[in-house]
C-alpha cells in the first residue's frame, strides 16, 4: 500500500512512522515552510491553558508520547526532551477551585504552597499545581525522527490539491506541476497548508523567545511559559488574536512587552539573556478520520499536538491500513 501523507509537522510524521511500521511505503510532502512543529521547547501538559482544562484522552496522549519518545531513543534516534514535571502556578481560590474540578482522579498531582514548589516563583501566585508526569520536547527533533524512523521518501514542495488517490504538488519557475498518485491521501498541514487549499478556520499565532540558558528546570506555565530546551531555555505563550487564515510570522513591539512581563510575572527571568525568537501559526479545529472526498485528514491539533498527535496518528494510522479500500498483499 502507497500512502502520500501531506506535512512533515508532528502530526503527518507521527502518521508516516505508523503506516511504515504497519508495512506502507509512505511518501511525505513537505512545503518546509511556516512548520509550527518545529518549536525549540513545546509542553506535555495535560492540563491546559487558564482554565485548566482537561482532554479527555489527556492522560493516555501524555503516556503514549513518552513511549514513543523511549522507543525512537532506543532505536538511536534521540530527540531532546524531559519528563520532569511541570509546574502550574494559581493566581486565586477561584481558579484553583476550577482547575480542582476538572481534574481527573487518575491524574497523579499535588497541590503545594508557592513556597513549597519545586521552582521559585515570583510573589503574588496563591496556590502551585506539580503535574510530575508532564514535561517538554523539542518538537522539530521528534518530527525529524519520527520522519527518519519512518524510513519514508520526502518530497519537497507544496501541495496544492488532492484527492482521494492523487497529490497535485504546484509548479515554479523552472518546475512543472507533478501528480503524485496513491492508495491513500492524508492531510496532516496546518496553519499554512489549510489557508493555501482556501479553507476556513481559526489560526492562533504564538512566539517563543530563547533564552541563553533555562531560566527553570521544571516547566512553569499560566498564560504563558518558561521551560528548558535542548540548548538554553525558552520563554512563550500562544496570545495573538485568533485569526481566520494564517498570517505572516511577527512580533508586535507590544507582544514582545506582554510576553517579557508574563515571564516576569512567572518567576523572574533571572539574568537570562535573550538570544532569538520562534514564531509560528497553528491551526485549531480538530479534524481526524476519513474525509466525504475519500481521502484522510488529521489537522487542527492547535497546542495539543505532542500530547495527543502521536496517540491520534497511531489511531488513524490503523484506520487506514484496515479500510476496506486499503490493497491487501496477493495470496
Not at 271 to 282: I, M, Q
Amino acid at each position: 500500500m502507497h500512502v502520500v501523507v501531506i506535512g512533515a509537522g508532528v502530526a503527518g510524521a507521527s502518521v508516516a512512522y505508523f503506516l511504515a511500521r504497519g508495512g506502507a511505503q509512505v511518501t511525505v510532502v513537505d512545503a518546509a515552510q511556516h512548520a509550527a512543529s518545529r518549536v525549540p521547547s513545546a509542553l506535555v501538559n495535560p492540563v491546559r491553558g487558564q482554565s485548566g482544562g482537561v482532554d479527555a484522552r489527556a492522560l493516555e496522549g501524555m503516556a503514549f508520547t513518552w513511549a514513543l519518545l523511549r522507543d525512537l531513543g532506543a532505536a538511536g534516534w534521540a530527540v531532546p526532551h524531559g519528563q520532569t514535571g511541570v509546574l502550574r502556578p494559581i493566581p486565586d481560590d477561584r481558579t484553583r477551585a476550577r482547575f480542582e474540578r476538572n481534574l481527573p482522579a487518575a491524574l497523579r498531582h499535588e497541590w503545594l504552597a508557592p513556597a513549597d514548589a519545586p521552582e521559585r516563583l515570583a510573589p503574588g501566585w496563591a496556590h502551585a499545581l506539580h503535574l510530575p508526569e508532564g514535561g517538554w520536547l523539542d518538537g522539530g527533533a521528534l518530527a525529524d525522527a519520527l520522519l527518519g524512523a519512518s524510513g519514508a521518501r520526502v518530497v519537497r514542495g507544496r501541495a496544492q490539491d488532492w484527492t482521494a488517490r492523487t497529490v497535485t504538488l504546484a509548479g515554479g519557475d523552472t518546475l512543472p506541476a507533478e501528480t503524485l498518485p496513491a492508495d491513500a491521501v492524508v492531510f496532516c498541514g496546518g496553519s499554512v497548508g489549510s489557508t493555501w487549499r482556501g479553507e476556513a478556520g481559526t489560526h492562533r499565532m504564538g512566539t517563543l523567545l530563547t533564552l541563553d540558558r533555562a531560566v527553570t528546570g521544571v516547566p512553569v506555565s499560566f498564560g504563558a511559559y518558561l521551560a528548558p530546551a535542548a540548548a538554553g531555555g525558552v520563554l512563550g505563550a500562544t496570545f495573538e488574536t485568533p485569526a481566520p487564515t494564517w498570517m505572516p510570522e511577527g512580533l508586535p513591539l507590544g507582544s514582545l512587552g506582554w510576553l517579557l512581563g508574563k515571564g516576569a510575572a512567572l518567576t523572574g527571568l533571572r539574568g537570562a539573556r535573550v538570544t532569538g525568537r520562534w514564531t509560528g501559526s497553528r491551526l485549531s479545529d480538530l479534524r481526524a478520520g476519513p474525509q466525504p472526498d475519500g481521502s484522510w485528514r488529521l489537522s487542527g491539533l492547535s497546542s495539543k499536538g505532542f500530547l495527543l498527535g502521536p496517540l491520534l496518528a497511531h489511531g488513524l494510522a490503523g484506520q487506514i491500513m484496515a479500510s476496506p479500500e486499503s490493497p491487501r498483499p496477493a495470496g
